[in-house]
Structure formats: structure tokens, C-alpha cells
């Protein structure tokens, strides 16, 4: 018998109790277990950034946890952002007005990088944005319309 | 890409940690930031039976200071190194030597304790405990005791910590007065794993002449390097540029013995630890009050 | 048709599902009682496997099967070749094609030897630790040079030759032509592997519904259409009880094209074994070893020129590593081969390649498919021919260029579609001006440079040409049809990887149709929904795709205006149709909705005229009799530091021709993104293997993606030729970006080390490398 753990996580606001294996990557728990497929796996070694969620508020990367490790936190992940089209976050609409994705892979990891990096830098400059998603690894765009979607987002949320 | 099975203990506080230490010995890792450590299990590189995870533990987590030392607690966040003041106050060359250690995420969940103990020779915490003298704190369930940095470290990805100790504090003192310091590296890209790094610090007296030096390596061997005999070099010198690129030749050519990996050659990063000594002895003098004498 | 929509940045229709995580890739694909695969791999690049022991394994709580070579029976049989050798003269081709399980002997580190299913993908990786094999480890071929010598193992022991293939092309005659020259240059060129690591990995779902005799397949695959067809005839089944979906796609790049890789042969045919859904989502470990790698060769050429600098001849020998097997054909090969020429009037060029097979992941088309390879060569032949005979680097390019009056222009020797290599069209040295333009060229050199020089810094300049194949055949088509909501949907046989095929489709059946491009819905990679096509490779999504739905919707236009003017009883010429409604014009009360016009299509009383069909719809196929070539320009300033060889763009200008351009908003993005791989090749991106055939960097710390602070601004500027080769005249873009990076690297890099004597004549370099090259000219001759 697989010894399991019971945890109860509070996930985009909306608790859940589970029992998990200790093991059980918390990337594969968001996607597999609790069907919250917008969170991407590109590495499980922690280099891509595409699995980034916001753990207490702060951007990490969930390939790096276990899900028994979430017992009694706050995850937040790229569906609690806008669900559609004619509700977005205004950094999700500043994406889709700036053109910052292509396959859309690598974006909702970089959606969660910026939600902590846009409330502690609501003025960012190129540079610093440049240095916030250095961790999220884009192979379609080559940046540089995602750096104008931060730049347009910033502007919408002052 | 799939961890293999293992059993899991989460204790809140840091009398559990030492006695399920004790009691699982060997087959038991502690789980603190698991930047490193997730990755290699992730790998099946690392299949530890047992883990410990430490994220509870609060009292393990903190930046304080008292009147002689600044103390860090092993849980405390890299991130929490890169902007808590006190950092800065007590010893700025770990606040600008933290934001080269991987990315904001990784930043975010990794531990100062975690790192140094992970004693990887290309990382940059455990050189940074060399370079400021620091003292690390290891605790059983018998007891504590303090090992100068200098003693702490004992080959690739070993420590001269016991089988059922943990390190729990970090003993940082102040930068003293009149001393600049400078950490420079040179990675591939940003936030990987540098070719080649280098702590510096120099102290300058009133008559400009360095009365002590320290360069810390990483990715120079099988540990943090401490080129002492270059360091030494300095002391009594003024520091020009004939001085600088003296000892730089001695600590690249004599002191380190870097391997070498796919990114570089060992002659490569000799060079790069010559180039690397040069420029940051020549930005710690200036810090130290206007030292280097062109 | 008015152009309200084509040629307009327009925002694209997926991003809102992408951006709340709802678009469905492969891995988000759940179902009920789903096994998982995982698959053992070899550690040997080349052994003999003497025994496979699984019976641990099999004992093993939640493992359900595990299957090796023997226990697959007839349907072990090697993959299909998948573009056959080209009808060239002499050629030499030895076909071998990858296994879906290593039987006698592995031929490369990572070859799937069993497949495991368990109840999760834990359980299956933790399974193949207890499988036993017993190997032979045999001699390893990995060197290009050294796999020809007669004392060299062969990767093919019945070959008896690593010879994958040999090919002689020439047009007019070399040796008569280097008879004149004032200048001949000679050079051995290196080019090393390299690979598309998508961010998604690849990944394939297949669910066998025993009661209907049908198989539904979710594949990270380029090419739905192809594999469907191809895993019909494996299977024994109907295409039409096939369903092959390729969902959103975390990026192709060329590695995920219709491959049938060992993986993509398996778990449908274990889903229908088992009768069980069976995911397998490959991981990073496995994607570097496991998915096709590109751009292995060696090159030595030779440049011959006058005393002006114009070309007379080029003579380019090749060595090309094609990996363990070849099942892509020689489309890398002839693409190096073919896009030397470049955008220059070549009179006479031999060229001769040999295809090799080594101990090494199969290499096949990953953005830019070999043209890079040979935009090096013929861009460093001319940077040396310019330093020699003292000619500026840009003069020499303009000297050469292909005359706009000369198209088309024909260089008689065959491509990778086999049609002769033909340029439809082009207009090169406007390009020129307009990248000198943008970079400031005259000034950087003339005042700028010198300036930073005397202030001790570093700072090159590079320019460099080329042009690209695209928009090949054989063909794609299109269904457009007016739904009875009024919205228009457009299906293809494509698939997609983050193109903006939904928008840039849609912007050209919106102007038809007289709709928003919001209210177009389009359909790709799903092979229930349009039966017949091609695929997504060789920047040709827009070029035959786009032209299939341009001619599909000119016909649905036709009988939207047919029936409502027989509804209206009005002339055809005065309706207009706008804002998804017919109307008589100047009679308001005369008008009527797509939707209901819809309906009126499709009548439940009555009869349909003869000679009519029912619905606003038509289906249309588009097929080039040959490839329409985009050109263009790069030109990069640079600066490094000369001490640690660390580098610094500080400005980047694009100038590209791909024709007709239907959305600048996503041709910006894909030239953006093919720079940045460019930028990959050729300073960070290396697979490094050792002597043993092992790959020593199969992780992204040791494998270096460029980052957001690696990829500098880039500027674009555009040209326009039309390909005269489709009604839209539009050539494929995808590529362009990332092909000519490499030699802009290069000459930019000696510039900014002026100071030092040495020449680069490899891709890709790092800062070690370029370290270890500065180093070697300065030391003194032994």
C-alpha cells in the first residue's frame, strides 16, 4: 500500500483537501489531480519557468515542490487570473494586445512571474523586466514583444 | 522525470528535525529550499529514502543582528538576503553577490542554509562564508558547536558536518571599517552557474596601504578557494595595477585548480579568474576609499 | 475583395485562451482509466543487446505490460522514409529508417528498447529500473571524418558503409571559371548540432473506442494528416477511423514534423492492445536524446573571384551527420547545398555532399532545415574576398546580388521539393540600402567605431545576405463555410505551433466574407475535420494553406452573392456584403444576414437547383509548382568584452522580403523569435557529445536557450516582391529570422576584435571557444 498524506490547499482562492503520495510533484498535482491544466511543465529541473506559480504570493517553480509541501498555503496559479476574453487582467489583455505570445506555452508561467514583479515594480524599466523573466525561457517569441506587453501593462495598472 | 518513493516527515520544530536525524542517519536528506535537491531527485541522480522537510521549522527562519554579529537564520530565503536591509548594512558583498545566484523563482524558495550545505564549488554562498569570515552553527540532538567557514567545507558537495547534524545559524560580523569589497563572475548567461567568480575584499589604512585581503573562489576546485599566499601579496602595498595583476597571476596560476567543463577550459577559466581578481581588487580598493592608485 | 484586414496588425483570436490556460496541449488530455508509458532507454550509443530481462518489472504493483522488439511481432517493422532520395543523377542513397524498438543492436544513446504501461507515469519510470538488459558495448562512430575511414564500425553493419547518401549537383563548370580568378579562397567550415528544444516536449494520447473501431490520437505532431494516414496503414485500420488531433502545440520547430517517431508508433498501437488510453508525455531527459537534433556538417569550400570582387565560381564539399537513421531523406543535405547560391548571381557552383550515419540522435529539419549551414559558407567566402582584395563588406554583397530584371532566376540544380531551384522573385539591393539605413553603416564605420576604438572598446559591425525557400508544395487545402449563426469557419489539414495560423487564416476569409476576423473561427490539425494535406514545415503554412483558404473563400463569396441576388431578385453587382450582412446598395430595407442567407442555403422544403450544392460553402486545394523565395538582410553592431569574451548587442536590424505580408504584427513575432534561435546557434546553443557517442548536455543548465537578457531589441524593416507563384502573392516567413545569424555573428565578431588576427570558421562559438580562436592567432608560429 502507498502511504498517502492528507492536505488541504488553498488553490485560487477555493480550498481543497486531497490525499497525495509524498512524492507527487506539485506541478503534476495542479494538472493532474485537480484538472488545473494552464500550469506548463517544460524541464522538471527547474530551468524553464513554464511551471511558475505564485506560492504566498511569491513566484516559484511548482516542478520544484512536492505537493504534500503545499499543505496549508495560498497557490495561486494562472486561473485565477481573467477567465476570458472580455475579462482579462489587465496584463493578460496588455499579451494579447502586444502580441507577447506565440505558442503560448512558456505564458502563463510568465503571467505568474509578473504579477509579484508588477506589484513590487508598478514602473518598471526594459532592464528590469528583461532581469524578471532572465528565469522564463521563450522559444517563440524572442522577448521583445513580451517586454512591450509589460511595459503596456504597467501603464494600464497605474 | 519522476522522484522515486520515499517517506516523508514535515517537523515544525528544530528539536524533531535533530532527533529524526538522528534516528534515520544516513538514509534521511533535509528538504530546505530543494532548488538543488528536487531537480536531483526529479533526475532519479538522488533517491533518498527519507526527507526531512524543514520549511516548517519557523524559529530557523530569520536576519537579525546584535551588537557584534549579524545572524542568519539556515531557512532564511535567498531572497530575503537580497533585500532585507540588514544585509546591506552588515555586509553588502553578500547583497551584491546574491542577485547572481539563479532567478527571482529559484530565489525565492532557496535557502542560505541549503546552498551551504549543498557545498557545490560553483555556487556562490558557501565562497561568500569564506570571503566574510563566517561562522556556521551545526546542531544535534547532544548539542551545538561553531565551525569557522574555513573548516566547513571538505571536498565536492561535502561538508564536515556529522551524519545527524544540521546547519541552523550563519555568524556573519561586520565588513570592517575602511575595507571595499566587489564580487564578480562570469556566467554563460545570467543566473547559470558561473565559469569562473571571485569574492574580493581589501583593506586600506589611512596611508592607503592594503593592511588585508581576501579572494574567495568558486568553480575553481572541489570547494570554495581561498588563494591566501595571493591575498597576502597585497598586505603592505600600495594598490597599483602592477601590485593588482601580481597577485591575480598568483591566485589564477598557483592557487586554483579549476577543471574545466563542457563551457570551458581550465585555461579559459584561469584566465577569466586572473581577469576577474584584476577587476575586482581594482573595484573593492576604490571602495575601500579611493585605494587603487592607477 | 476589399483588404480591410489583410495586411493589418491585427490581434490574434487564440491569445484569450492561451492567457487563461484554457487552450488544451496534449499533456492536459485526461482520460478515464489512462495508462501511462515510459519508455527504457539505451545508455549505449552503440551496443549489442544479448538479453532483455522484464519479469522484475512486470511484478511490480500498478505495472499492467511491458513490451520488447520481439513481443511486437509483424508490427515491428522499421518507420516510413518520409521524403524520398531527390531524382538527381549518380546519387548514392541508402535508405535506413528508425525502429520502434531496438531489436539486436542499439544505435544511439536514448533508443527506446522497452515500453513500459503502468497506472502512472511514477510507477512506469520507477519500472524501468527493474528491467535487466544485457549489452555488448561496441565501437562508437561519432567523428564525421573519421566514420569513412575503412577501419571505422558501422552504425549499419549490413550497409557495410556509413554512407547515408551521396550527391553531386553543379550548374556551369567551376574549374573552368577558377581558371580566371584573381582571387581563390579556400576554407574548411564547422557547423555543429544544435536542436529545436521546443518548451513543450512532445507528447501523444491515444484512446481505442473498440465499439466504433475507432482511434483517436492526440499528437504533438506538425502534420496530423501524414500521421494519420501513415498510422491507418500500420494499424490495419480505415484513415477514416483515424482521428489524429494535434491541439494547441508548445512549439514544433521542425522536430515535431510527421516523423513517426518510435513513441508516435507505439501507444496507439498499446491503446488498442490494451484497450485502454494510454498517455506518453516525453520528459527533457528524454527530449534531448530522444527527439531529432539538426545541424551537424563540415564544409570545404572554395570562392573564386575577380579583382572586383564578383563571384565566378564555388566549389563546396560537405560531410553531413544524418544521426543513427534518416528518415527524413536528404531535405537538410540539399537545403545546405541549395541556399550557398544565396541571394548572388553564381554562375558556376559544384557541390557534393555526403550524408553520414553516426551513433547519434537522428537529425532531421529543426527552423532553417541546413539553409544555415550554407549561408555560412558563402557569407564567410565573401568576407574573406572582401578583406583580400580590400572591398567593403556590404560593396561585395551589392556587387554580386542577383539583378532585379534577371527573375526568375534559375540556378539549375534541384531542391528539397525537387522542382529546379528557381527564384521567382526578388529585389535585392533596395534591402541593402534600407539595413545600411537603419544600422547607420557608413557612419558606425567612418566615425562612430573609430571613436569607440580610440576609447578602447570593442564594438563590430556585420551585415550579411540570404534567402530562403519557402511556401514548397505538394499541396494544403480548405473548407470555408457560413455557419447559420453568421460566423465563418475555416478548417485545414495544417497543423499549428503558435503561428497565428487563427488569425492571419481568418484576416484572409474575413475580407471575402465581409466579416470580422473575430467572428472567423478556425480549425486546424484535427483530421476529422478536413481529411486532406501536407503539413506545417518549410514556412509554407501561409503560402499554401493561406492561398487554399483565399480560393475557397472567393467561391463562398460567389454563392453568398448568387443566392441573394436570386433572393432579392436583384443583379449580383449591386449587392455589397459588410459587417456580416448582403445587402442591395442604397436599399437599406434590402438586406439580410449571412446567417439566414445561411439557411437559405440549406432548405428544409423544396429542392436544391440542380447543379447547385447545399450550404455557403466550398472547399478549395492550392498546390505551388514550386517554392517562392523570400530574401533579406541582417546587420548587427556588437560589443565584447575582449578579456572575457563576454558579448553585447547593442543593435540588431532585420530587413526581410516575404512578399505580400498578411499580418506585420505576427511576421515581427516570428522574425523576432527565428533571431532569437539564430542568436542560439550561434553563440549558446551546442550539443556537445564525447568520444563514447554520449551527449554531455542534455539539460537546460548545460543546454543554453537564450534569455530575455541574451535577445537584444530588434528592429525590422520590410520589402515587398510579390511571389507571382500564388493569387497573394505571399512567400513563407518563418524561418527567415533565424538563418543567416550565424555569419553576422562571425564577421561582426572579428570586427570588434580588429586588434586581433583570426578568422571564424565555425557555428556555434560561445565565449570559451571564441577565447580559445583569439588565443591561437596570437601565439607565435611553432
Known sequence: MIKTYSISTTINE????????????????????????????????????????????????????????????????????????????????????????????????????????????????????????????????????????????????? | MKPA????????????????????????KLLAGGQSLVPAMNFRVIQSKVLIDINRVEELSYINEDRKVLRIGA????????????????????????????????????????????????????VLMLALDARLKAQNSDGERWIPATDFFDGMFTTTLATDEILVEIELPHIPQNTGWSFMEMAPRAGDYALMGVAA??????????????LVYLNAGDGPVDAKAAAKSLVGETLNKKVINHAAAHASEKEITPFGNIHASPEFQRHLAKILTQRALVAAAIRAGEGYIQ | ????????????????????????????????????????????????????????????????????????????????????????????????????????????????????LAESRYIAEDALADIEVDYEPLAVVVDLEKALQPDSPY???????????????????????????????????????????????????????????????????????????????????SERNVRVIAPFLGGGFGAKIMMFYQEEVLVPWVAMKLNRPVKWIEDRAENFVATTHERGQIHQATLAVDKDGHILGVRDVFLHDTGAYAPYGLTVPLNSQCTLLGPYDIQNYYSEFTAIFTNKTIVTPYRGAGRQHGVFVIERLLDIAAKELNIDRAEIRRRNFIPPDKFPYDNEIIYQDFAPLSYDSGNYEPLLDQAIEKIDYHKFIEETQPKLRAEGKHVGIGIVAYVEGTGIGPYEGAKVQVMSS???????????????????????????????????DVITGDTDQFYWGAGTFASRGAVVAGNAINEAAKVVRKKILKLAAEHFEAPEEELEITDGMVRVQDIPRMSISLGELAGLANPMRGAVKPGTEPGLEATNYFGPESGATASGIHAMIIEVDPETMQIDIQKYVVIHDCGKVINPLILDGQVHGGVAQGIGNAFYERLVYDENGQLLNGTFMDYHLPTSLDVPRIETGHGETPSPLNPMGVKGAGEAGAIPVGPLFAQALEDALHDVDFEILEIPLNSNRLWELTQASSQPDA
Open chain 2, 75 to 126: 531557512m532564511a530565503r535567498e531572497r530575503h538576503l537580497e533585500f532585507d536591509p540588514l544585509i546591506d548594512k552588515w555586509t553588502p558583498l553578500l547583497a551584491e553577490a546574491v542577485p547572481f545566484i539563479a532567478h527571482p523563482q529559484i530565489r525565492n524558495r532557496g535557502t542560505i542554509g541549503g546552498s551551504i550545505v549543498n557545498a557545490d564549488p560553483a555556487a556562490e554562498l558557501p
Open chain 3, 155 to 237: 552504425v549499419h553493419d549490413d550497409l557495410k558503409t556509413n554512407i547515408a547518401a551521396h550527391v553531386v549537383q553543379t550548374k556551369g563548370d567551376y574549374e573552368a571559371a577558377a581558371k580566371d580568378a584573381a582571387l581563390v579562397i579556400e576554407r574548411r567550415f564547422l557547423y555543429e548540432h544544435g536542436c529545436a528544444a521546443a518548451i513543450e516536449n512532445r507528447g501523444i494520447v491515444a484512446e481505442w473506442d473498440a465499439r466504433a473501431g475507432k482511434l483517436t490520437i492526440w499528437d504533438t505532431t506538425q502534420a496530423p494528416v501524414v500521421i494519420r494516414n501513415g498510422l491507418a496503414g500500420m494499424l490495419g485500420l
Open chain 3, 486 to 520: 453568421g460566423r465563418v469557419s475555416v478548417v485545414t489539414g495544417v497543423g499549428t505551433q503558435g503561428q497565428g495560423h487563427f488569425t492571419s487564416f481568418a484576416q484572409i476569409a474575413a475580407d471575402h466574407l465581409g466579416v470580422r476576423v473575430d467572428e472567423v
Open chain 2, 201 to 214: 575584499l581589501v583593506g586600506l589604512d589611512e596611508a592607503g596601504k592594503c593592511t588585508r585581503a581576501k
Open chain 3, 1 to 116: 475583395m476589399s483588404t480591410r484586414f489583410f495586411g493589418k496588425r491585427i490581434k490574434r483570436n487564440e491569445d484569450p485562451r492561451l492567457l487563461t490556460g484554457q487552450a488544451l496541449f496534449v499533456d492536459d488530455v485526461n482520460l478515464p482509466k489512462m495508462l501511462h508509458a515510459a519508455f527504457l532507454r539505451s545508455p549505449y550509443a552503440h551496443a549489442h543487446i544479448k538479453g532483455i530481462d522484464v519479469s522484475q518489472a512486470l511484478e511490480r504493483d500498478g505495472v499492467v505490460a511491458a513490451y520488447t522488439a520481439t513481443d511486437l511481432g509483424d508490427y515491428w517493422q522499421p518507420g516510413p522514409l518520409l521524403v524520398a532520395p531527390p531524382p538527381v543523377k549518380d546519387i548514392v542513397f541508402n535508405e535506413r529508417t528508425q525502429v520502434p524498438l531496438a531489436k539486436d543492436k542499439v544505435r544511439f544513446a536514448g533508443e527506446p528498447i522497452v515500453m513500459v
Open chain 1, 14 to 158: 477555493k480550498e481543497y483537501k486531497s490525499e497525495v503520495e509524498s512524492r507527487l510533484l506539485l506541478s503534476d498535482f495542479l494538472r493532474h489531480e485537480l484538472g488545473l491544466t494552464g500550469t506548463h511543465v517544460g524541464c522538471e529541473h527547474g530551468v524553464c519557468g513554464a511551471c511558475t506559480i505564485l506560492v504566498n504570493g511569491e513566484s516559484m517553480r511548482s516542478c520544484l515542490m512536492f505537493a504534500v509541501q503545499a499543505d496549508g498555503l495560498e497557490i495561486t496559479t494562472v486561473e485565477a487570473l481573467g477567465k476570458d476574453k472580455d475579462d482579462l487582467h489587465p496584463l493578460q489583455q496588455s499579451f494579447w494586445e502586444a502580441h507577447g505570445l506565440q505558442c503560448g506555452f512558456c505564458t502563463p508561467g510568465i503571467l505568474m512571474t509578473l504579477i509579484p514583479f508588477l506589484r513590487e515594480n508598478p514602473d518598471p524599466t526594459e532592464k528590469e523586466i528583461r532581469a524578471a523573466i532572465s528565469g522564463n525561457l521563450c522559444r517563440c517569441t524572442g522577448y521583445q514583444h513580451i517586454v512591450d506587453a509589460v511595459l503596456l501593462a504597467a501603464e494600464k495598472m497605474k
Open chain 2, 5 to 28: 518513493p520515499f517517506e516523508y516527515h514535515v517537523p515544525d520544530s528544530l528539536n524533531q528535525v535533530l532527533s529524526l536525524k538522528r534516528e534515520h542517519g544516513e538514509d534521511a
